[in-house]
């Protein structure tokens, strides 16, 4: 199939930027000062015991032997074992993942959607008051930095109002959700436990709605431009001038070409919003993907911090590729 | 009577802030069932606005006086609901773009059927029976198939003609074409016309058919209204307008464009205004050579009943030509009765008589009136030699290139002028590149001033480059958008070296020359009207004094009166003997006019070259005769045996042998097969080793279709 | 504890490296070290909610890194078979350090050479999986640390056992311990190292690959101990229940105990004040004061021997000039750190020993807050340096702050430098830094036990790379001298040397705070930073 | 001839958005000027009496938990917020438009390359590559800035070879390469000028953008270290005392922080609106 070919040759373009990726990161974690070794021996280990556990870790061996050992770990879908922890550094990625793209996903979705249904309110009623203030709200909310909103959120949210459960966890263990893919609310959907998936919408709403204010104004202003543009090009015109009802005109000659350019941008901004989820991870006690990666990088866990900024990568080129497929089958002009 | 359109006193006043714009003011026509009424005017004259009146899509802001009365009820006056009825199902619009105005997402076919099942009130299926033969009825092939196509999937014929089932589409009582076949080449231009006419013709459509070309148009209409600066100047049969044109603009407007027949352009002056408030005098009279004081003091009323013109002096006596030029040329051809002027005759008129058979070709009397441009002195030394040149335009990686130019060689002297013609994708532009050294040839060599362009590189390159100039299509476009008129004039000069005080000094003179006021050297290009900023271009093209100057398409950008004036400029410029020029065109009147030889490309190959004369008078391949034949001509225009070809450029497969074989009306297998070279015909070349027997094919009939 | 015949000197050195003699920093279970005013309460069966900063990193404590939330959990779910016990210090409960005794074993006794250690397990004692805790899960387990040679292989070395052969079973509840030599410190090694894996359960998941069962108990808590862990979200919460099985003295208190990852303070302090939680562990010394005031919050305070203070390193330009290091001490804004970082919460203090230190003396550090001083130390001089800190400790941020500020006015330019874990580790290996804030409270409260830790020529907390002839003959002799008079007079000389040298500046000893909800009771101070969740209750 | 209201009333719109922006930033940067005037206090002084004290009296907005003057810190840091943003995307355009004016013209191998390498860089996750930036080079204020413009450089250099590949098809290039001018002469007098139009635009909203990241990035330890006077630092200090009821530590500079950027988004807005307005005109 064409778009099977397309992905297949897409994910052949971007092996060279994940091999940099890999090498660059290999190289910067290691050239960075400080020893991973003496973290986690704490302050009175011998040189002995020092040298005992970087042999543990391979990190006695030349440097391009462990990167052989690395690529060769990699290749075996092997991420290699944590410093700090001991345990396998997929499994402990495959823990964080879930709730960090649960909260990006969702975020990211709802910003969409809103960016949409206001875009494109926005746009028929261009330079009118509800545009304007549409707008300039949008903007508002794209200044604000992300944890400050998220502490806003808290005190109002939980603190006076007490509408919303304490931020420290994900979903009330007490609902006894059995962890499927680490997304709560999937996992709640899967095994048909309804406690689990009011509790998880609770804790999601927040900490959804910061970064979804966040994010919302890059994605509304392009809609509503687009919408504008399409309003204002001859297509739309001739439609208008056509006589066709407005029904028509909104789903098959506004909605669908306005919507053409979107993708792209939702690709970056879902890129934003991951490097975004470390502050608002932290701010909600958030057990997610970027508190780990953080945590990593500061005690220099090597294979964690190779892990995650791989997996960064990995997923930025995925939603990529993911934007260009919606875009080809949004936009029949693309040629893929 | 009621006419199905009219249009009363209609003034529209757009007001933007710090500027008025009077689009139109009182502007009065009509339109009836069953007839094609075509409005002409330059662009800025109000003629999109009349269109958009007629929809009562106006933008915000304007004010308006008068009434569009549809049917009698006013347009401008309708609520919502009247208005959605009117718009499509009372009148529908054709967009001059057409592949702007399709929505770029959906099907062709969703988007007719949205029509149908809207106006038409059918249900998916039987709109979709109907979009089938919609398709079909305006000549679109494999029409089932092509309701599944996107925009961008089809040719802009192809578009053109989807835009015009989408607008009879919505079953309106009168259809309005706003520019219909802009940028459509010269083949294919008529067969979008001809829709037209079949529209009111079977379906007693009023067709309002909106032009800046009258040649063009003057074939299939009944009336036509001219506009100018938002008035109407002159409106009447099309007899009339065109043969005896009263105001001295319509004059104007015809004799601006030259024509195939030889009759060269005639310049007037000036450009038209935007006004910022309705006329108090004649607007026109700035330009005009027959302007008194009253014409500046008082507008004219539109005047005359059938043919009525708005003018104190109108000038009668007939002929298509200002005051003061040679009489209008005798309409070439017997049995030519019909209304409409010369074109009418190719087309099957309700009541009028087929087209009569053409006479032999050189047995009519050509006819052009006007001196051929004086031949001049045995040309000067070779300026230009390009030898066996291909252009590939590669894919990255090989296969799948685009084969612009297949081995064309030719050669310009100083002195000469040479005309290369061709439609859209025959290489013309590319041969322009190759010769100024922008694209290099696949194969082959490219000669200036003898020394091979392609060889050469860095210092000496660049200033060999300077050797030959390059005057664009899109005159604002070519000039850079953040630079002064003088730093693009002084460009070349830059390059060569030459110091800044004569840099100064030159760019001075070659401004003057090209009658530009000094204070322009300070300006942007977007400070530049179309005209003025081609008079930059070719001053650029000049202050160098080069040894070839291109000129691609130096006019199709730009309106009908200005390309006149352009013209002239490079008329004047073209007799310099220390310099070839080439003049590329998809026009071929414009070429006639003052080139020394022609090029008739098709497809990347020359298929027929010769002196201008011998090529324009007696013209021997097939495609050439095409050409000509279809082009647009108010004079008699080409009085040879006419040719068509059989299907649009974009239709037409590849072949192994002869490129035209697909569409020629001639080709046989032989043709398919065996691939064509130049070959000596009388003074002139052509590429077709059935060149002695065609004039008895003509005669045969054998050129309908095949 | 130094009551047998081996050499004082070797069992000091050894000792120093023993993990967390001196936690340094903050961390997340509760480094605020002290005793604690435990009002006892009866055996309560609630729910017990308790914050911590980060989830642990793994369940497998013999490969897991430094990392203090494990460590702490460790403590309450591993079966250790033998621990401190408590006593009373200034009407708060502590651990005491001194008095290690049988738990979870029947005994621990030394032969009379002191090599051989003959520890007996209790009977009943029961893992989850109903297996009993027999000598083999102890031999398994000292098998595995030895393999492992990470953790425990490590400190193990410190008390003469290098190899799995020197335990032996002896019986099913009886296990020996043969030492390369006697040490005195060998009920301090065996108390953080005598934890033990259900062996039966673990071999079941040791594979040929992995015979260690590594990746199985990385992820599955271990169980035995006070507590079995019933549930564990990963990085958000974990539940402990108070293990039935456990049939020794001080079985855990609270029924069930749930532990939930809040890393960020002012939001542990919000579920603290809303009651959502009862402990927070992580709350940052700012709140205090102001949780003092708040309603149905205690703060359970107490006077510690913690000491902050700057390590200046005498090896670094410029405070290799002992007046540079005394103008830095003139400079220091000891009463407004105390005031405005801790809130008045803290001693000043008037030597390197800390205050309940035997042999602690005010005349140890004659240095008070006295620009004018410090800048006729440096005579008219101005110097530039770097003062390191840990990047995310407020405290700290707030102590180096003023610090800068004040020593700007000596003429003492410090660029304030905070360093990730990593880097902090990276650079302390390299000995370069000049200065550097640490905080920490020693666990033996010994003089000479500080001199091994921090004052003589190698030790490893010695970031001052201090060497002093004088105190290194004087730590010397203290190996023999036993007379308490004698060793009071040598320390008295040691601080006299202290106070001309000037390797630190000791700021302040802050007391002990941590905020609980008024219903908790029984909070026992961890002298080692772990708390021991058993003596918890809560009466809601 | 399109919608004239519209067009008009969107070209007022664009005005009033940029003269606001504008208008905001003009005072944030004077006060950012007049801090020594509008405070008697420095941005790292200390109050020792004065720890966590509220607003009014001696302190306008109050003191932090260090004791120092709020109002004092909230105009010395939009120093260097404003300096740390606008200096970091003027590196990420010049070292972005370098590349992608190379990329985009000269293209083939070079091209690929360098978008290879953009991508790399635009795949590696902000953080991870500032905390690398300050951690190889040192904390500082000159590495924020090489750290912020990293991070957006790529960005750039995409958009201008973007730009520039449009661009190089256009006849004004040809003309000038027709008119003898060197490759160096076409990029820099044709195709540079023309292909920065969108970067204008981008710039504005970009700096708005570079002051969260910096924000982000001292929340975090990784940016401005204490006592340094930058408002995500102050937010971040100042934090925990919102939940103690005292607002002033952190509020102020988080408003603060807001008016800045939103006065780069409404500049960035209106000047892309005039831009698109003018596209379509």
């Given amino acids: 199939m064409r778009l099977l070919r397309f992905v297949a040759r897409r994910l052949l373009q971007v092996v060279p930027v994940l091999l940099g990726v890999v090498v660059v990161t290999f190289v910067l974690v290691r050239v960075l000062p400080g020893d991973p070794i003496r973290t986690i021996l704490g302050p009175n280990a011998t040189d002995a015991d020092a040298a005992a556990a970087r042999a543990r870790f391979g990190l006695d061996k030349p440097m391009w032997q462990q990167f052989l050992d690395y690529l060769k770990g990699l290749a075996t879908g092997d991420f290699g074992t944590s410093i700090q922890s001991?345990?396998?550094?997929?499994?402990?990625?495959?823990?964080?993942?879930?709730?960090?793209?649960?909260?990006?996903?969702?975020?990211?979705?709802?910003?969409?959607?809103?960016?949409?249904?206001?875009?494109?309110?926005?746009?028929?009623?261009?330079?009118?008051?509800?545009?304007?203030?549409?707008?300039?709200?949008?903007?508002?909310?794209?200044?604000?930095?992300?944890?400050?909103?998220?502490?806003?959120?808290?005190?109002?949210?939980?603190?006076?109002?007490?509408?919303?459960?304490?931020?420290?966890?994900?979903?009330?263990?007490?609902?006894?959700?059995?962890?499927?893919?680490?997304?709560?609310?999937?996992?709640?959907?899967?095994?048909?436990?309804?406690?689990?998936?009011?509790?998880?919408?609770?804790?999601?709403?927040?900490?959804?709605?910061?970064?979804?204010?966040?994010?919302?104004?890059?994605?509304?202003?392009?809609?509503?431009?687009?919408?504008?543009?399409?309003?204002?090009?001859?297509?739309?015109?001739?439609?208008?001038?056509?006589?066709?009802?407005?029904?028509?005109?909104?789903?098959?000659?506004?909605?669908?070409?306005?919507?053409?350019?979107?993708?792209?941008?939702?690709?970056?901004?879902?890129?934003?919003?991951?490097?975004?989820t470390v502050l608002i991870e932290y701010v909600y006690s958030w057990q997610g993907f970027g508190q780990w990666a953080l945590r990593g990088l500061l005690y220099r866990d090597y294979p964690v911090v190779q892990a995650s900024v791989l997996l960064i990568a990995l997923g930025y080129v995925i939603v990529f590729l993911i934007a260009d497929v919606v875009h080809a089958v949004l936009d029949p002009r693309v040629r893929i | 009577m009621t006419h199905l359109l009219s249009i009363e006193d209609l003034s529209v006043l757009i007001r933007r802030p710090g500027r008025d714009v009077a689009a139109l003011s009182g502007v009065d026509l009509h339109v009836d069932a069953g007839e094609v009424v075509g409005l002409v005017g330059e662009s800025g004259g109000g003629k999109s606005m009349v269109a958009r009146a007629i929809v009562a899509l106006l933008p915000g802001g304007a004010r308006t006086r008068g009434a569009v009365r549809f049917e009698g009820a006013d347009v401008l006056a309708m609520d919502e609901a009247a208005l959605a009825t009117h718009r499509g199902h009372g009148a529908a619009l054709c967009f001059q773009n057409p592949r702007g105005a399709l929505s770029p997402t959906r099907t062709v076919g969703r988007q007719l059927t949205d029509r149908l099942t809207t106006h038409q009130r059918m249900d998916k299926a039987a709109a979709r029976e109907t979009a089938r033969q919609l398709f079909e009825a305006v000549g679109i092939r494999n029409p089932a198939r092509r309701l599944d196509a996107y925009p961008h999937e089809l040719s802009g014929g192809m578009a053109q003609r989807v835009m015009i089932s989408l607008a009879t589409g919505c079953a309106p009582g009168l259809l309005i074409a706003d520019e219909p076949t802009t940028?459509?080449?010269?083949?294919?231009?008529?067969?979008?016309?001809?829709?037209?006419?079949?529209?009111?013709?079977?379906?007693?459509?009023?067709?309002?058919?909106?032009?800046?070309?009258?040649?063009?148009?003057?074939?299939?209409?009944?009336?036509?209204?001219?506009?100018?600066?938002?008035?109407?100047v002159e409106s009447g049969p099309v007899a009339k307008v065109l043969r005896e044109p009263a105001h001295p603009y319509t004059r104007a407007l015809l004799a601006s464009v030259p024509d195939v027949s030889g009759r060269p352009a005639r310049a007037i002056g000036g450009a038209m205004p935007l006004l910022p408030s309705p006329p108090a005098a004649c607007p026109f009279a700035p330009r005009c050579a027959h302007a008194t004081e009253r014409c500046t003091a008082q507008r004219p009323p539109l005047t005359g009943d059938g043919w009525a013109y708005a003018c104190f002096h109108p000038q009668t006596g007939g002929g298509a030509a200002a005051p003061g030029a040679p009489p209008p040329p005798p309409r070439g051809g017997a049995g030519r009765g019909g209304v409409g002027g010369v074109g009418a005759d190719a087309l099957p008129r309700p009541g009028g008589a087929p087209a009569c058979p053409p006479p032999p070709p050189g047995a009519a009397p050509a006819a052009p009136v006007t001196a051929p441009p004086p031949q001049r002195t045995a040309a000067g030394r070779?300026?230009?030699?390009?030898?066996?040149?291909?252009?590939?335009?590669?894919?990255?990686?090989?296969?799948?290139?685009?084969?612009?130019?297949?081995?064309?060689?030719?050669?310009?002297?100083?002195?000469?002028?040479?005309?290369?013609?061709?439609?859209?994708?025959?290489?013309?532009?590319?041969?322009?590149?190759?010769?100024?050294?922008?694209?290099?040839?696949?194969?082959?060599?490219?000669?200036?001033?003898g020394i091979d362009l392609h060889a050469q590189r860095g210092r000496k390159l660049r200033r060999l480059r300077t050797r030959a100039r390059l005057v664009f299509q899109d005159p604002v476009g070519s000039l850079s958008p953040r630079r002064t008129v003088a730093d693009a004039i002084g460009e070349p000069l830059r390059a060569l070296g030459v110091p800044a005080a004569e840099r100064a000094e030159r760019v001075a003179q070659v401004l003057a020359r090209m009658n530009l006021d000094p204070a322009m050297l300070r300006r942007h290009p977007h400070e530049l009207s179309g005209g003025q900023a081609q008079r930059v271009g070719i001053a650029r093209a000049l202050v160098g004094d080069p040894d070839l100057i291109v000129f691609d398409e130096p006019t199709s950008a730009l309106d009908v009166t200005v390309q006149a004036q352009i013209l002239d400029v490079i008329a004047e410029l073209a007799g310099d003997a220390s310099r070839g020029s080439v003049f590329i065109s998809h026009d071929l009147a414009t070429v006639r006019g003052f080139c020394d030889r022609v090029v008739v490309l098709y497809l990347g190959r020359i298929v027929e070259q010769g002196p201008v004369e011998e090529v324009f008078g007696n013209p021997r391949h097939p495609y050439t005769r095409a050409l000509l034949s279809s082009a647009p001509s108010l004079d008699g225009g080409y009085t040879g045996a006419r040719v068509e070809l059989a299907k649009d450029l974009e239709e037409a497969d590849a072949a192994t042998g002869c490129p035209l074989a697909a569409r020629c009306p001639f080709a046989t297998d032989e043709c398919r097969a065996e691939p064509q070279h130049l070959t000596p015909y009388g003074a002139a070349e052509a590429a077709c080793w059935r060149v002695p027997q065609i004039p008895a094919l003509i005669r045969e009939g054998a050129h309908t279709r095949a | 504890m130094a009551d047998s015949g081996l050499s004082r000197r070797s069992v000091l050195q050894l000792g120093g490296s023993v993990a967390l003699l001196f936690a340094t920093g903050a961390c997340a279970a509760g480094s605020k070290d002290s005793g604690s005013g435990a009002k006892s309460a009866g055996p309560a069966a609630g729910t017990l909610r308790i914050a911590v900063s980060s989830y642990l990193s793994s369940w497998d404590q013999d490969f897991v890194g430094f990392d203090l939330t494990a460590l702490m959990l460790y403590k309450n779910v591993f079966p250790y078979l033998i621990d401190y016990g408590v006593t009373d210090a200034g009407g708060s409960k502590i651990l005491d350090t001194q008095n290690i005794t049988p738990t979870f074993a029947e005994s621990f006794e030394p032969s009379a050479d002191q090599k051989v250690w003959t520890l007996k397990l209790r009977?009943?004692?029961?893992?989850?999986?109903?297996?009993?805790?027999?000598?083999?899960?102890?031999?398994?387990?000292?098998?595995?640390?030895?393999?492992?040679?990470?953790?425990?292989?490590?400190?193990?070395?410190?008390?003469?056992?290098?190899?799995?052969?020197?335990?032996?079973?002896?019986?099913?509840?009886?296990?020996?311990?043969?030492?390369?030599?006697?040490?005195?410190?060998?009920?301090?090694?065996?108390?953080?190292?005598?934890?033990?894996?259900?062996?039966?359960?673990?071999?079941?998941?040791?594979?040929?690959?992995?015979?260690?069962?590594?990746?199985?108990?990385?992820?599955?808590?271990?169980?035995?101990?006070?507590?079995?862990?019933?549930?564990?979200?990963?990085?958000?919460?974990?539940?402990?229940?108070?293990?039935?099985?456990?049939?020794?003295?001080?079985?855990?208190?609270?029924?069930?105990?749930?532990?939930?990852?809040?890393?960020?303070?002012?939001?542990?302090?919000?579920?603290?004040?809303?009651?959502?939680?009862?402990?927070?562990?992580?709350?940052?010394?700012?709140?205090?004061?102001?949780?003092?005031?708040?309603?149905?919050?205690?703060?359970?305070?107490?006077?510690?021997?913690?000491?902050?203070?700057?390590?200046?390193?005498?090896?670094?330009?410029?405070?290799?000039?002992?007046?540079?290091?005394?103008?830095?001490?003139?400079?220091?804004?000891?009463?407004?750190?105390?005031?405005?970082?801790?809130?008045?919460?803290?001693?000043?203090?008037?030597?390197?020993?800390?205050?309940?230190?035997?042999?602690?003396?005010?005349?140890?550090?004659?240095?008070?807050?006295?620009?004018?001083?410090?800048?006729?130390?440096?005579?008219?001089?101005?110097?530039?340096?770097?003062?390191?800190?840990?990047?995310?400790?407020?405290?700290?941020?707030?102590?180096?702050?003023?610090?800068?500020?004040?020593?700007?006015?000596?003429?003492?330019?410090?660029?304030?430098?905070?360093?990730?874990?990593?880097?902090?580790?990276?650079?302390?290996?390299?000995?370069?830094?000049?200065?550097?804030?640490?905080?920490?409270?020693?666990?033996?409260?010994?003089?000479?036990?500080?001199?091994?830790?921090?004052?003589?020529?190698?030790?490893?907390?010695?970031?001052?790379?201090?060497?002093?002839?004088?105190?290194?003959?004087?730590?010397?002799?203290?190996?023999?001298?036993?007379?308490?008079?004698?060793?009071?007079?040598?320390?008295?000389?040691?601080?006299?040397?202290?106070?001309?040298?000037?390797?630190?500046?000791?700021?302040?000893?802050?007391?002990?705070?941590?905020?609980v909800r008024s219903t908790v009771a029984g909070w026992v101070q961890p002298m080692d930073g772990l708390a021991r969740l058993r003596y918890l209750s809560t009466s809601a | 001839m399109a919608e004239v209201r519209v067009e008009a009333g969107a070209r007022s719109f664009s005005r009033v958005l940029i003269?606001?922006?504008?208008?905001?930033?003009?005072?944030?940067?004077?006060?950012?000027?007049?801090?020594?005037?509008?405070?008697?206090?420095?941005?790292?002084?200390?109050?020792?009496?004065?720890?966590?004290?509220?607003?009014?009296?001696?302190?306008?907005?109050g003191t932090d938990t260090n004791g120092m003057d709020v109002w004092s810190r909230l105009l010395y840091a939009a120093r260097l917020d404003l300096g740390v943003a606008v200096s970091a995307v003027a590196l990420a355009v010049v070292v972005g438009t370098a590349l992608g004016l190379l990329a985009g013209y000269l293209g083939g191998w070079l091209d690929d390359v360098l978008m290879r390498i953009v991508d790399i860089f635009q795949a590696f996750p902000t953080f991870i590559l500032a905390l690398a930036v300050a951690a190889l080079l040192g904390n500082g204020t000159v590495n924020l800035v090489i750290t912020i413009a990293a991070v957006n450089a790529p960005a750039y250099a995409r958009l201008v070879r973007a730009e520039v590949r449009s661009i190089r098809e256009l006849p004004f290039v040809d003309a000038s390469i027709t008119s003898g001018a060197s490759t160096v002469g076409v990029l820099w007098r044709h195709v540079l000028p023309n292909s920065l139009t969108p970067v204008r635009v981008i710039a504005p909203l970009n700096c708005g953008w570079a002051m969260l990241t910096l924000a982000g990035l001292s929340f975090l330890g990784l940016g401005v270290t204490v006592p340094g006077a930058e408002w995500g630092a102050m937010i971040s200090l100042g934090s925990p005392d919102v939940v103690a009821g005292r607002w002033w530590t952190s509020v102020p500079p988080g408003l603060a922080l807001l008016v800045c950027v939103l006065g780069f988004s409404l500049l960035g807005e209106g000047l892309q609106e005039r831009a698109d307005a003018r596209r379509r005109s």
């Avoid at chain 1, 204010?213 to 687009?226: C, N």
């Fill in chain 2, 183 to 232: 940028g459509l080449d010269v083949t294919l231009t008529r067969e979008i016309l001809r829709q037209f006419r079949h529209a009111a013709d079977t379906d007693g459509r009023g067709v309002l058919l909106i032009s800046h070309d009258l040649a063009s148009i003057a074939s299939v209409c009944d009336r036509v209204v001219v506009l100018y600066a938002g008035t109407v």
């Fill in chain 3, 123 to 515: 009977k009943g004692v029961k893992f989850a999986s109903g297996n009993e805790l027999k000598a083999a899960d102890v031999k398994w387990s000292k098998d595995r640390a030895f393999a492992a040679q990470a953790n425990v292989a490590g400190v193990y070395r410190t008390i003469g056992l290098t190899e799995a052969s020197q335990v032996a079973v002896v019986d099913d509840y009886t296990v020996t311990f043969t030492q390369a030599f006697p040490s005195a410190l060998t009920r301090q090694i065996q108390a953080i190292s005598l934890y033990v894996f259900d062996s039966v359960e673990a071999k079941k998941h040791a594979t040929a690959d992995d015979p260690w069962a590594k990746d199985w108990l990385a992820k599955n808590a271990p169980t035995g101990g006070y507590f079995n862990v019933t549930k564990a979200t990963q990085g958000q919460e974990i539940v402990l229940e108070a293990n039935k099985g456990y049939p020794g003295p001080d079985p855990a208190k609270a029924a069930t105990i749930r532990i939930s990852v809040v890393p960020d303070g002012s939001n542990q302090r919000l579920q603290l004040q809303n009651g959502d939680i009862d402990v927070a562990l992580g709350i940052g010394q700012r709140d205090i004061a102001d949780l003092k005031k708040a309603d149905g919050i205690t703060v359970v305070s107490a006077a510690s021997n913690e000491q902050v203070a700057i390590q200046m390193s005498v090896t670094t330009a410029p405070f290799d000039d002992v007046d540079v290091r005394k103008a830095l001490a003139y400079a220091v804004p000891y009463d407004q750190i105390i005031a405005n970082v801790y809130g008045g919460d803290a001693r000043p203090t008037k030597s390197l020993v800390p205050l309940d230190m035997p042999g602690y003396d005010a005349g140890g550090y004659p240095y008070t807050y006295d620009v004018e001083m410090a800048k006729a130390a440096l005579g008219g001089r101005t110097v530039n340096s770097e003062l390191v800190f840990e990047t995310d400790n407020a405290t700290q941020q707030q102590i180096a702050v003023l610090v800068q500020s004040e020593a700007r006015k000596a003429g003492i330019e410090l660029k304030l430098t905070p360093l990730d874990p990593a880097t902090l580790a990276g650079r302390r290996q390299q000995k370069n830094i000049p200065l550097q804030l640490t905080s920490g409270q020693l666990w033996v409260n010994d003089v000479e036990y500080m001199l091994a830790t921090s004052f003589v020529k190698g030790a490893a907390l010695n970031y001052s790379n201090f060497t002093n002839a004088e105190i290194e003959q004087i730590y010397e002799q203290s190996h023999t001298t036993v007379d308490e008079t004698a060793r009071l007079a040598l320390w008295k000389r040691v601080q006299q040397v202290f106070a001309a040298e000037v390797p630190w500046v000791i700021i302040c000893q802050p007391n002990f705070n941590l905020p």
């Fill in chain 4, 19 to 61: 003269l606001t922006g504008a208008a905001i930033l003009v005072v944030v940067a004077l006060a950012a000027l007049a801090a020594p005037l509008l405070s008697s206090w420095g941005p790292e002084e200390i109050d020792a009496n004065a720890t966590l004290a509220g607003p009014g009296g001696a302190h306008l907005l």
């Fill in chain 1, 86 to 276: 001991g345990t396998s550094v997929g499994s402990e990625l495959a823990l964080r993942v879930g709730p960090t793209l649960e909260l990006v996903v969702l975020s990211v979705s709802l910003a969409l959607l809103i960016a949409v249904v206001l875009g494109v309110w926005s746009a028929r009623r261009a330079d009118r008051f509800g545009d304007h203030s549409v707008r300039i709200l949008a903007l508002v909310g794209n200044s604000m930095p992300e944890f400050w909103l998220g502490l806003v959120l808290i005190l109002v949210g939980y603190s006076a109002l007490g509408w919303f459960p304490a931020p420290s966890g994900r979903v009330d263990p007490d609902t006894n959700l059995t962890p499927l893919t680490g997304a709560d609310l999937l996992d709640a959907i899967l095994t048909g436990n309804g406690p689990a998936f009011t509790s998880a919408l609770s804790h999601l709403a927040l900490p959804v709605a910061t970064l979804a204010i966040v994010v919302v104004a890059p994605l509304l202003r392009s809609v509503r431009a687009s919408a504008l543009e399409v309003l204002r090009s001859e297509a739309y015109l001739a439609a208008t001038t056509h006589g066709l009802r407005p029904r028509t005109l909104l789903r098959g000659y506004l909605l669908r070409p306005t919507l053409v350019r979107l993708p792209a941008l939702a690709a970056l901004v879902f890129g934003t919003a991951i490097g975004s």
């Fill in chain 2, 382 to 449: 070779v300026v230009m030699e390009i030898e066996d040149a291909h252009v590939v335009y590669g894919s990255r990686f090989g296969s799948g290139g685009h084969h612009a130019l297949r081995g064309v060689s030719l050669e310009i002297r100083a002195g000469e002028t040479v005309g290369v013609v061709g439609e859209s994708g025959c290489g013309k532009s590319t041969l322009a590149r190759l010769m100024l050294g922008l694209t290099a040839p696949s194969s082959g060599t490219v000669r200036l001033d």
